[in-house]
């Protein structure tokens, strides 16, 4: 029961784990790369975007220009020791473009989720019940480019705003009734760089390798609890407020990637991501959470096949799958004890290429099975379902009348 309105947040959530550091993660992969078990650092494609890796940029097609975007719907299932629990969530995902400088140079915009908030669920406590609520999220709005100084190797970088606000609410009641609010307030820079070389292993067979890195930083910003007397209609008090800087921060992120492609038709990628959380601050000034921090490790693999490219429209559709394996950032805790959570699930999907243009149309499908580890407090299923569009145009260039 949020008492202060949240503003949109990309890739909602309706995750009680949300409710922990900066809520559930995002990590810049597409519709079509999340079908591939979320993989991208050592893909690179004329016709799809990879804000994964910005050196990927400089791959486009000089009179290419490309506009993607995605939405998801999810389904989850929750089970702890009181019992089950069922609900939905989704919304827009990612709105991306990518067009070309020059032969060699490639620029990309839009706009990801760096994070997500949003959960609703009750917990005893003594002499009374207490709901928790949670909206927001930190969205992140980027400009990248790539360069390729010589042949077979680009270089890129991504400059990212990360605005928004998350909202944690605890409603007590029990002698008395007090609803008490934890606001956070995000505005601040955050860069990527990255590198990408192909070797040709033949005349179909390419090996690329792919490599990211981006720097943790301080966050800006501010932090303040709000209590909310319950009984009356009056403005809340201030009960607590202090900076962001120094008390708040972000990891270190490493990724690197191999991909295996023959023929323009079939490839193949495994990734591994590592952020090193447990040297990250994050400084609750009211213990609303009880928030511990480890490092996170990501493993992905996934294939994609294209029967055809050139033949007709059902062996150009392009059939992808893939699966994953995380342990995430946040660690629960349970009496004494802090829990890690870990993640995993597998991933398929289709490209339906449109009839008479370039444009696809992907359509994807995860399963995610996520608990906390070694007590399961809480195992959560969910089952996603991703709508991505990606509209391939000509730049700066006008088909002849005919």
């Not at 998350?166 to 007090?178: E, I, L, P």
């Not at 038709?265 to 609750?284: I, L, P, S």
């Not at 029967?307 to 009496?335: C, E, L, Q, W």
Request: charged fraction near 15%.
């Amino acid at each position: 029961m949020a008492m202060t309105a949240a503003p949109a947040a990309l890739a909602q959530t309706t995750s009680p784990y949300s409710k922990f550091g900066y809520g559930l993660l995002g990590d810049n992969a597409t519709s079509a790369q999340r079908q591939m078990g979320g993989v991208g650092y050592a893909m690179r494609s004329g016709r799809q975007i990879n804000v994964m890796n910005p050196a990927s940029y400089a791959a486009i097609d000089s009179l290419t220009f490309l506009f993607d975007m995605g939405t998801d719907v999810s389904m989850y299932w929750r089970k702890d020791n009181t019992g089950s629990s069922k609900d939905w969530g989704g919304g827009l995902e990612y709105v991306t473009m990518q067009f070309p400088v020059t032969s060699y140079i490639g620029v990309s915009a839009g706009i990801l989720p760096y994070s997500s908030v949003g959960y609703a669920f009750g917990s005893d406590i003594e002499n009374g019940v207490a709901t928790h609520q949670g909206t927001g999220g930190i969205n992140q709005l980027y400009l990248g480019a790539g360069v390729r100084p010589f042949k077979n190797f680009t270089v890129g970088f991504n400059a990212s705003y990360l605005f928004g606000n998350t909202f944690n609410d605890v409603y007590a009641v029990g002698s008395t009734s007090s609803l008490f609010e934890q606001v956070m307030e995000v505005q601040d820079f955050h860069f990527q760089f990255g590198m990408q070389y192909t070797l040709n292993l033949s005349r179909k067979n390419d090996l690329t390798l792919g490599v990211t890195y981006s720097p943790g930083k301080t966050l800006l910003g501010k932090t303040y609890v709000l209590k909310y007397d319950t009984s009356q209609d009056s403005k809340p008090d201030t009960v607590a407020s202090t900076s962001l800087r120094n008390k708040f921060s972000i990891a270190d992120t490493w990724g690197v990637g191999i991909n295996y492609e023959w023929n323009k038709q079939f490839q193949a990628e495994v990734d591994f991501t590592y952020q090193n959380w447990a040297k990250a601050k994050f400084t609750e000034i009211e213990d609303f959470s009880s928030t511990k921090f480890d490092n996170r490790w990501r493993i992905g693999a996934g294939v994609s096949y294209i029967p055809n490219p050139h033949g007709g429209y059902f062996k150009r559709i392009t059939y992808r799958a893939g699966g994953f394996y995380n342990r995430d950032y946040v660690m629960v805790k349970s009496k004494d004890t802090y829990n890690n959570v870990r993640d995993y699930g597998f991933s398929c999907g289709f490209g339906f290429p449109t009839v008479k243009s370039k444009n696809v149309i992907n359509l994807g499908f995860e399963y995610h099975h996520r608990q906390s580890t070694p007590n399961a407090l809480l195992t959560e299923q969910y089952f996603n379902i991703t709508l991505g569009i990606n509209f391939n145009g000509l730049w700066f260039f006008q088909p002849k009348l005919r």
